[in-house]
């Protein structure tokens, strides 16, 4: 007997069956059953046809291999299908997991999203934060501090050899991600232009990965005082971060700490360092240490510009709730380090030519800043000046001398 006989046959059992049963539930039953399949088969077709278009399109739909989806889907499919009902079974973690990404890529509203898919929004606006905190869970291993000095080494060794900065032991940067007044939410998200945003705050290692990333510290604080209260830095006050010891800079003699490579927006510390501010007159020393800390910080913005030109759900504002939005953020940083670092996904993710490059002091733009215009990146912090300790700007200083003898490159005067 063939297959479809079969399938027949016990087709027809069940029906009768279910024939002998009240007349209401019988319809019920059926009902849901026949969209329960049709829901199925669509979201068979959907991935068949996703797959076999010579990958292209399903790495632009993803933004990652195939092999990383089905690793990623197998990681979580329990997972996304747990706690459902009959009717939400009816959307396989497949399409959850393809629908997420989307959402991630496009930022599209779920009401537009729901006619590509054929799901209504109610379900989408339910499964996307679910996948989105299964996606954290099995990748934030990859976002994560250094622990041992051997590590923060590591890290300042990249930034020397590609930045000619020493003792640098990352790149930190705040923005703004945007969001659309979300319901019940009082004012402690409102930022100082009186929209709402959450914060994200990250430090960005010499290879483009977070390794640090707080989103949505700001809780009503003013913008300097945002990253006094992430636990990076009350851990770096602490002095529990296993940070290297002090030592002298290249053919030097004054001790230095490490540091990390900051904005205006934050305060000078011994341990975060930020360019002069004011105007300094061309070629001057200020002007040399403000460009060198520049391109130290280029790696930061890089990451910044990829991930929010990837994921494109970061550069419009969010229409949901502030814990939402957070998990949101969270799962696009915890994606873009597992693409970087997978082997199938990294060349779709950041293919050469991604990133900023530099010739001799000359910049060559990388492909994320093409057709981006003016709104390449996302909202910076506020600056607030304020004063900093003598020795935080006796360390500065020493930078600065270094940068200017033993430490110049060749070209800095054309561009200080
Ligand atoms: C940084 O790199 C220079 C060469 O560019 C090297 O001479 C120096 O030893 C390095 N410094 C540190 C602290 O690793
Ligand atoms: C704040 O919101 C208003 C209206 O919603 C908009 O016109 C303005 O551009 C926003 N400002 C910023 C800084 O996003």
């Given at each position: 007997m063939a297959d479809d006989d079969v399938l027949v046959i016990s087709t027809a059992a069940f029906i009768v069956i279910a024939g002998l049963s009240k007349r209401k539930k019988k319809k019920r039953w059926r009902t849901t059953k026949i969209y329960r399949n049709r829901l199925v088969t669509r979201g068979k077709l959907f991935l068949n046809d996703l797959m076999q278009e010579d990958g292209a399109h399903f790495r632009n739909f993803t933004r990652m291999s195939s092999d990383d989806f089905f690793y990623l889907l197998e990681s979580i499919r329990d997972k996304i299908t747990r706690s459902d009902t009959h009717f939400r079974?009816?959307?396989?973690?497949?399409?959850?997991?393809?629908?997420?990404?989307?959402?991630?890529?496009?930022?599209?509203?779920?009401?537009?999203?729901?006619?590509?898919?054929?799901?209504?929004?109610?379900?989408?606006s339910k499964f996307v934060p679910e996948v989105c905190k299964e996606i954290i869970n099995?990748?934030?291993?990859?976002?994560?501090?250094?622990?041992?000095?051997?590590?923060?080494?590591?890290?300042?060794?990249?930034?020397?050899?590609?930045?000619?900065?020493?003792?640098?032991?990352?790149a930190l940067d705040g923005k703004h991600i945007p969001l659309q007044c979300p319901i019940n939410s009082g004012?402690?998200?409102y930022n100082y232009k009186s929209n709402f945003s959450i914060v994200l705050m990250?430090?960005?290692?010499?290879?483009?990965?977070?390794?640090?990333?707080?989103?949505?510290?700001?809780?009503?604080v003013s913008d300097g005082g945002?990253?006094?209260?992430?636990?990076?830095?009350?851990?770096?006050?602490?002095?529990?971060?296993?940070?290297?010891g002090c030592s002298p800079l290249p053919g030097r003699n004054k001790e230095m700490p490490y540091v990390f490579v900051a904005d205006e927006a934050f305060a000078l510390t011994e341990n975060i360092m930020k360019p002069y501010s004011g105007r300094h007159r061309k070629g001057s020393k200020e002007r040399i240490f403000n460009y060198r800390l520049s391109r130290a910080r280029?790696?930061?913005?890089?990451?910044?510009?990829?991930?929010?030109?990837?994921?494109?759900?970061?550069?419009?504002?969010?229409?949901?709730?502030?814990?939402t939005a957070k998990v949101v953020v969270m799962a696009t940083i915890c994606l873009h380090n597992f693409l970087r670092k997978s082997h199938s996904s990294r060349n779709i993710?950041?293919?050469?030519?991604?990133?900023?490059?530099?010739?001799?002091?000359?910049?060559?733009?990388?492909?994320?800043?093409?057709?981006?215009?003016?709104?390449?990146s996302l909202a910076p912090l506020e600056n607030v000046p304020r004063k900093s300790s003598i020795s935080a700007q006796n360390i500065r200083a020493e930078f600065t001398d270094y940068f200017c003898s033993h430490g110049s490159v060749p070209w800095q005067n054309d561009y200080a």
């Open positions: 079974k009816a959307i396989t973690a497949e399409e959850r997991l393809a629908i997420t990404l989307r959402y991630l890529a496009t930022g599209d509203s779920f009401s537009s999203l729901q006619y590509l898919f054929n799901v209504s929004k109610q379900v989408i099995t990748l934030s291993q990859h976002v994560k501090v250094p622990s041992t000095t051997v590590e923060w080494l590591k890290i300042a060794e990249k930034f020397n050899e590609t930045w000619n900065f020493p003792h640098c032991l990352g004012s402690i998200y990250a430090l960005v290692d010499g290879d483009y990965n977070f390794i640090f990333v707080d989103v949505g510290c700001q809780g009503g945002v990253f006094k209260n992430c636990q990076l830095y009350k851990d770096m006050e602490k002095n529990i971060l296993k940070f290297p280029r790696i930061v913005e890089n990451a910044f510009g990829i991930i929010s030109a990837v994921f494109r759900v970061l550069r419009k504002p969010m229409l949901l709730e502030p814990e993710y950041t293919p050469d030519g991604t990133f900023d490059k530099e010739k001799n002091g000359k910049i060559i733009p990388g492909s994320w800043r093409e057709g981006n215009g003016d709104k390449s």
